[in-house]
């Protein structure tokens, strides 16, 4: 992966560093259900997070492709890659990256995965146009691994290789194992518990 000029700049440091700031304080502020009611845990605050009140706003999505591309920049060098993701939580995400990719100058081919192959027409487990580059993984929360467990097996049955996967919340906190590996790929993610007012 090549960066330009514009992709450069939108990456950074002031900008993605307010954009951290800002995403941190929507989704705690309107991404995260809080209950005092809990049956599980009676006395504890019972919370869960629900991103999708961010993903359909383009602000969200735009603040959160600016933080994918630093990690990118970051982690990946110059690897060329893809992204897909299991429906359905990835699919605003899916949607909305390679418009904001053509934004600042750039290619980027999604597509999406099933949870279960279709019965009918196709038979597929993808939906979209695979090309040859490796994939990187996305999805909005990181809790078992067995979704990208699933993923992974997958994208192995069709002859594509992972390369790593992209999470906006990490549900760990900060001072936990940070390996966070799964199927041999490296998680990376935006934030982890200890970001958010859940204790």
């Given at each position: 992966?090549?960066?330009?000029?514009?992709?450069?700049?939108?990456?950074?440091?002031?900008?993605?560093?307010?954009?951290?700031?800002?995403?941190?304080?929507?989704?705690?502020?309107?991404?995260?259900a809080?209950?005092?009611?809990?049956?599980?845990?009676?006395?504890?605050?019972?919370?869960?997070?629900?991103?999708k009140?961010?993903?359909?706003?383009?602000?969200f999505?735009?603040e959160?492709?600016?933080?994918?591309?630093?990690?990118?920049?970051?982690?990946?060098?110059?690897?060329?890659?893809?992204?897909?993701?299991l429906?359905?939580?990835?699919?605003?995400?899916?949607a909305?990256?390679?418009?904001h990719?053509?934004?600042?100058?750039?290619?980027?081919?999604?597509?999406?995965?099933?949870?279960?192959?279709?019965?009918?027409?196709?038979?597929n487990?993808l939906?979209?146009?695979?090309?040859?580059?490796?994939?990187?993984l996305?999805?909005?929360?990181?809790?078992?691994?067995?979704s990208?467990q699933?993923?992974?097996?997958?994208?192995?049955?069709?002859?594509?290789?992972?390369?790593?996967?992209?999470?906006?919340?990490?549900?760990?906190?900060?001072?936990?194992?940070?390996?966070?590996?799964?199927?041999?790929?490296?998680?990376?993610?935006?934030?982890?518990?200890?970001?958010?007012?859940?204790?």
């Amino acid at each position: 992966m090549k960066f330009n000029r514009r992709m450069s700049d939108f990456v950074g440091y002031k900008k993605c560093m307010s954009s951290r700031r800002w995403l941190r304080d929507m989704i705690n502020d309107v991404c995260i259900a809080r209950s005092a009611y809990n049956d599980f845990m009676p006395g504890k605050l019972f919370w869960q997070f629900y991103l999708k009140r961010g993903f359909f706003n383009p602000y969200f999505t735009r603040e959160v492709f600016r933080l994918f591309l630093r990690e990118m920049f970051d982690k990946v060098k110059d690897a060329d890659f893809q992204i897909a993701g299991l429906e359905e939580s990835s699919i605003p995400l899916l949607a909305s990256f390679p418009v904001h990719a053509k934004d600042v100058g750039f290619k980027l081919n999604a597509f999406s995965i099933r949870k279960e192959r279709k019965t009918y027409g196709l038979l597929n487990w993808l939906e979209g146009i695979p090309n040859d580059l490796s994939v990187v993984l996305i999805d909005d929360v990181y809790s078992s691994g067995l979704s990208t467990q699933k993923a992974c097996d997958i994208l192995e049955l069709h002859n594509l290789k992972p390369l790593n996967e992209f999470v906006v919340v990490a549900k760990k906190y900060s001072n936990n194992d940070d390996s966070l590996l799964s199927s041999g790929i490296k998680i990376l993610y935006l934030f982890d518990l200890s970001d958010f007012d859940i204790r």
